[in-house]
């Protein structure tokens, strides 16, 4: 019989919002994500604004949980497609530009909360925070519906070297000043397993899955990235 645990382990809390979970559906998780971060991180708002279109679930969750409106205030082209793993800044900054257009009529003079599903370098979401503030928004919050990315993944997602992910050099507020907002936080590693449907949150001694990239808890050894000179967690820490 298959070991339930072992499999789950298998399946990344990364790119939670890909699969079902605990019996949900893919927009329930990510909805969850949205009422989970709002409870802790509840902020004074007029909008509640998703990045599109990973963001679209969790800012719904955000909105019901908060009772501050929903509404969509960047429009995405959904002929573009993601800008995070594109090669260059230049090219990530030209992407964000041409794949989202702000809603001017909705975002001006108002205190709007983004919800996005990640800050991995950070450049996306810089780009993102000037058209809502050249848009005329009195406040930006970002509201970011995974913990923070400071770990690469080295089981299938696309993420860069370590030095490279905004959360690995950066404390939450020098990130929420790097990248100009009013505030920004993370939803934790508990309350994403909360969401997830783990009620106590995660076990620190047996997690239920592989949460690799927010931790940097691998379960499995990437020996070929140590071979190439790639620190563990308790070496980075030497």
């Known amino acids: 019989r298959r070991n339930t645990r072992l499999h789950e382990k298998s399946r990344g809390l990364g790119d939670v919002y890909k699969r079902q ?34 963001g679209t679930p969790a800012a719904i969750g955000y909105s019901q949980e908060s009772g501050i409106p929903y509404a969509m205030g960047i429009i995405r082209n959904q002929y573009m497609g993601r800008t995070f793993i594109e090669p260059t800044d230049q090219i990530r900054n030209m992407g964000v530009r041409l794949k989202l257009n702000v809603n001017r009529a909705l975002i001006e003079g108002k205190r709007v909360i983004l919800v996005d599903d990640s800050v991995v370098r950070g450049t996306t979401s810089r780009k993102i925070k000037d058209m809502i503030l050249d848009a005329g928004a009195k406040e930006v919050h970002f509201r970011i519906a995974s913990p923070p990315t400071a770990w690469p993944c080295f089981y299938g997602v696309d993420t860069p070297e370590r030095g490279k992910l905004l959360a690995a050099t950066m404390s939450e507020d020098e990130m929420r000043d790097h990248l100009g907002v009013d505030s920004l936080k993370f939803i934790s590693l508990d ?9 106590k949150g995660r076990d620190p001694d047996k997690p239920a899955y592989c949460d690799a990239c927010f931790s940097g808890e691998y379960p499995v050894e990437p020996a070929d990235m140590i071979a190439k000179g790639f620190e563990l967690k308790a070496q980075a820490a030497e």
Do not use: F, K, M, N
């Not at 559906?25 to 599109?52: F, H, K, M, N, W």
């Not at 309350?191 to 009620?199: I, M, N």
């Open 21 to 54: 979970l605990g019996g949900r559906s893919v927009y329930e998780t990510r909805r969850q994500i949205g009422v989970e971060l709002a409870r802790e991180a509840p902020v004074e708002a007029d909008l509640v604004c998703p990045v599109p279109d990973s």
């Open 191 to 199: 309350g994403l397993y909360r969401a997830v449907g783990e009620a």
